[in-house]
Structure formats: structure tokens, C-alpha cells
């Protein structure tokens, strides 16, 4: 099951209880910044989307869309799943259909774009020798904590690259990454 923090998991409890699955209003307690984050994540993790607000039947609008029109929050299946409600679509699923496993949906795989420093740092991981924390803030530019940062945040944990380190004699430690 998909973790929430509270904030989300009130937003689609909400949510569930309308038969429209509007997600609004939010809690009193988030507003501004605050609010336009929390959704944001929903929304890119699938557990909301935007869909056009009917001014006509009073429809709560989250945003306005600059022609005149507004824009609202429903829950999506993917929502409602996160909190343990099973969609009312399921029961009209085609047949052997709600007899199939419910996966969550595979996270998007990240790559690198080329020519960046990070795409440099990969290469530079890659070869052959690997590369120390001083080649690499020659070629990038950053500094010590910068490459650190970046081999532990973006390669490990947001690529889920390997990155291992071993003891070079006269080169210091060198990291590297796997052939691709």
C-alpha cells in the first residue's frame, strides 16, 4: 500500500465521501504554498487529476485557467486505492478482469538528459578506473559535499545506481559505477 501523510490521506477521504470525488476544499490548514505542493505531488503521483469545473452546478474551483474557466480536483482510482477504496468501476471491469492481480503501477525510470554535469559524473563513474572526489570537481566544477550529494542523492537514490568505493593505492579512493 502507497504511503500517505495525513494531509493526502484526508484529501481523499474527502474525496471518497463525494459522489463526484471532488478533492476540494482542502483542509483549513493548508493554504497557499503549502497547498499547491501537496496537490502538486498528488497529481504526479496519480491520485488526483484536474479536470474542468462546472461553474453551472457550483463545482469548488482549485485554479482558474486564465480563459474564464476554472479547473477542480477529483480523485482518481489510483487515489481512492492509496487509501483502501476499491473504485465502483471495478465492479464493471470485463470479465476475468477482477480475477487479475492489482499491481501498483511501476515507477517512471529516471535517466539522465546528456550533457549535463550529472551525465558527466556518470560517465566519469563508469569508466574503466573510476574516479576520485578531486577528478570529478575538476571536470564539474562542484565541490567536495557537492559530488557527495549528488553520488548519494541522484545516483543512489533517485536512479537507484550502484555506486561502490574502493582503497586505490597512490590515487585515494575511487568510486564507480557499473558498465552500462
Same mark, same amino acid.
Given at each position: 500500500m502507497t504511503k500517505l501523510s495525513e494531509t493526502q490521506t484526508i484529501i481523499l477521504s474527502r474525496a471518497a465521501q463525494n459522489e463526484d470525488r471532488i478533492a476540494l476544499p482542502l483542509p483549513e490548514s493548508l493554504r497557499g504554498g503549502a497547498a499547491?505542493?501537496?496537490?502538486?505531488?498528488?497529481?504526479?503521483?496519480?491520485?488526483?487529476?484536474?479536470?474542468d469545473a462546472d461553474m453551472r452546478r457550483g463545482e469548488p474551483v482549485w485554479r482558474?485557467?486564465?480563459?474564464?474557466?476554472?479547473?477542480?480536483?477529483?480523485?482518481?482510482? /489510483?487515489?481512492?486505492?492509496?487509501?483502501?477504496?476499491?473504485? /465502483?468501476?471495478?465492479?464493471?471491469?470485463? /470479465?476475468?478482469?477482477a480475477d487479475a492481480p492489482t499491481e501498483e503501477p511501476a515507477p517512471k525510470a529516471r535517466t539522465p538528459r546528456e550533457g549535463t554535469k550529472q551525465a558527466t559524473l556518470i560517465a566519469m563513474l563508469r569508466a574503466p578506473d573510476g574516479a576520485t572526489i578531486e577528478e570529478i570537481m575538476a571536470a564539474t566544477n562542484w565541490q567536495s559535499h557537492t559530488v557527495r550529494g549528488a553520488m548519494s542523492? /541522484?545516483?543512489?537514490?533517485?536512479?537507484?545506481l550502484d555506486v561502490t568505493s574502493e582503497k586505490v593505492e597512490d590515487r585515494g579512493r575511487v568510486y564507480k559505477l557499473p558498465a552500462a
Open positions: 499547491a505542493k501537496v496537490v502538486g505531488a498528488m497529481l504526479a503521483k496519480g491520485f488526483l487529476e484536474e479536470v482558474e485557467t486564465g480563459d474564464g474557466h476554472g479547473v477542480t480536483l477529483v480523485a482518481t482510482d /489510483a487515489g481512492l486505492a492509496a487509501i483502501g477504496i476499491e473504485s /465502483a468501476d471495478a465492479n464493471t471491469a470485463p /470479465a476475468g478482469a542523492g /541522484a545516483l543512489k537514490k533517485k536512479l537507484s
